[in-house]
């Protein structure tokens, strides 16, 4: 493609600088025709262009954050700051430290971003007319000024108005201060929590709390909790407020009512005798299914209740068979499954499901220490690794019968890793694992001799990262064993608070083991141990 084409391609939207050849990258009519397009193309630029100040004026005006590709000059060149901190306030980040100095500047980015205060220089975060600018757009920015003007009412006045929980930042004071309390619950009804005991007693801030978000009945003094016009109005805000709410209110039915029909599971917190209503009953399960498991047991068998709740009759009738099979305990269990083994023909698989596995994932590169001044050009380089712990959940599966007793002995271990190292205790052989997306909850980095690091600057990754180890310290929420009839047989357990496991043989529900010696018992059955 030739530069003509190029340009006739950037027109017509179909061009991408990233894909783009080396001789694009470094030509200026191309990329200036690029930026201009899409500004998102000046990461792509040539060094030399991210130099260039028409360049990267024109991608800033698009994206300001796109200043974090712009060459250092440019950073601190104030017409490009200006820019890309009016478009952009949290831009501020990438700006010179000498322009996060500068009045005009920081302004300019408070007014479009409350955000980008953070970068802001320590000086200037005394600045009251910056502060006033910068808290009136983000209030939590409170928290990030200068102590002395926490304790300006102007300030916290016009930060608690534009988010009343930026009334934890405040001094002191304020928690005593009624105006400034009534602003913050106008705003944000939970910031009722920070004021002071005098105020959490004072009916106009209450009922302005309550309004604004129904749980503020929490913080309320506690004649207030009995107080059916102010407890009303929470629960119509929010009707599980009715938790807070006085034990002589929880069985007051038109309370309930009111709280039922904002949120059906309000219905968990009423008097027990409301739970047994079919009125109130039939308006929770209306607006929330899931309320009829608080439902009084005689209501969780009313036909009328449960068709309000499941809203079909396919789901009806299987909840009332469930119910039914509930009722069934082990002895059950086993004749059924002694009957689905005359039938199922040969074993095929065995699967466990774990709600709850701890990842140990480990990636390799380079960590950065820079120098006190945080000068990029004063750089320690320490070749290392970091090791992620992540929270994961998936299925272990064996073959079978081949893996018959491999299975079972995972069963009955509970705690186990899985680790390539045969050293390790307590790992268990598989044939196969299926573990979904993990969620970090922590990591520890260590250099090449594996000792710690305690602090460092950046790590630059490989983007390779290897599992270590995977380790299980709770029981299988689900266990199934496959047959080769496509028949299966399930123990499921949904509520891993209690030790009940429910047994399915196929989809349909043959009873309630209620603890996990009798499923590993029934499980040796199926297994033919």
């Not at 129904?214 to 009715?242: E, H, M, P, S, T």
């Not at 904002?262 to 047994?276: D, E, I």
């Not at 480990?362 to 992540?390: H, K, L, M, P, Q």
């Not at 950046?458 to 047959?483: A, C, M, R």
Request: glycine share 6%; charged share 35%; net charge neutral.
């Amino acid at each position: 493609m030739d530069k003509k084409e190029a340009l006739k391609q950037i027109k017509a939207g179909d061009f991408y600088l990233g894909s783009a050849d080396d001789k694009f990258k470094s030509d200026k009519e191309v990329v200036l025709a690029a930026v201009k397009k899409s500004g998102s193309d000046l990461e792509y630029a040539d060094k030399k262009l991210r130099a260039d100040k028409k360049i990267v004026l024109a991608a800033v005006k698009q994206d300001g954050m796109l200043l974090q590709y712009a060459d250092k000059k440019l950073k601190a060149d104030k017409k490009i700051v200006l820019a890309a901190v009016k478009q952009n306030g949290h831009a501020l980040g990438y700006t010179d430290k000498k322009l996060q100095a500068d009045k005009k500047v920081v302004l300019t980015a408070v007014k479009k971003e409350g955000y980008g205060f953070e970068y802001a220089d320590k000086k200037l975060k005394a600045d009251k007319k910056i502060v006033l600018a910068t808290v009136k757009q983000y209030g939590q920015s409170l928290g990030d000024v200068d102590v002395k003007l926490k304790a300006d009412k102007k300030i916290v006045l016009a930060a608690v108005k534009q988010n009343g929980e930026a009334l934890q930042h405040a001094n002191e004071k304020f928690r005593a201060d009624k105006e400034v309390i009534l602003t913050a619950v106008k705003s944000y009804g939970d910031a009722l929590r920070f004021a002071n005991k005098k105020l959490k007693a004072d009916k106009k801030i209450v009922l302005t709390a309550v309004k604004q978000n129904g749980r503020a009945l929490l913080d309320v003094n506690k004649k207030f909790r009995a107080d059916k016009k102010i407890v009303l109005i929470a629960v119509k805000q929010d009707g599980q407020a009715l938790q807070f709410a006085n034990k002589k209110l929880k069985a007051d039915k038109k309370i309930v009512l009111t709280a039922v029909k904002q949120n059906g599971r309000a219905l968990q917190f009423a008097n027990k005798k409301l739970k047994a209503d079919k009125k109130i009953v039939l308006t929770a399960v209306k607006q929330s299914d899931s309320a009829l498991q608080f439902a009084n047991e005689k209501l969780k068998e009313d036909k009328e209740v449960v068709r309000a709740a499941l809203k079909d009759e396919e789901l009806v009738d299987k909840y009332f068979q469930e119910k039914l099979a509930k009722t069934r305990g082990k002895e059950e269990v086993l004749n059924q499954i002694n009957k689905c083994l005359q039938t199922s023909g040969d074993l095929n698989e065995g699967r466990a499901g774990y709600a709850s596995v701890i990842e140990h994932e480990r990636e390799t590169g380079t960590f950065a220490i820079f120098g006190d001044d945080e000068d990029e050009e004063e750089v320690t380089e320490i070749e290392g690794y970091i090791i992620s712990e992540n929270k994961t959940g998936g299925e272990v599966i064996w073959n079978l019968p081949d893996s018959t007793d491999n299975f079972l002995a995972t069963l009955e271990q509970i705690e186990w890793v899985t680790a390539d190292d045969e050293d390790v205790k307590d790992t268990i052989t598989y044939d196969d694992i299926n573990f979904s997306d993990s969620r970090g909850i922590g990591s520890t980095a260590y250099d090449t001799n594996n000792k710690e690091i305690t602090e460092y600057d950046e790590f630059q990754g490989g983007g390779d990262t290897e599992v270590i180890y995977l380790n299980s310290t709770y029981k299988p929420t689900e266990i199934t064993v496959n047959f080769k009839s496509k028949e299966s047989v399930i123990f499921d357990n949904v509520n891993s608070e209690n030790e009940n496991y429910t047994a399915k043989i196929t989809g349909e529900t043959i009873g309630v083991l209620k603890n996990y010696s009798d499923v590993l018992m029934v499980v040796r059955t199926l297994l033919g141990k």
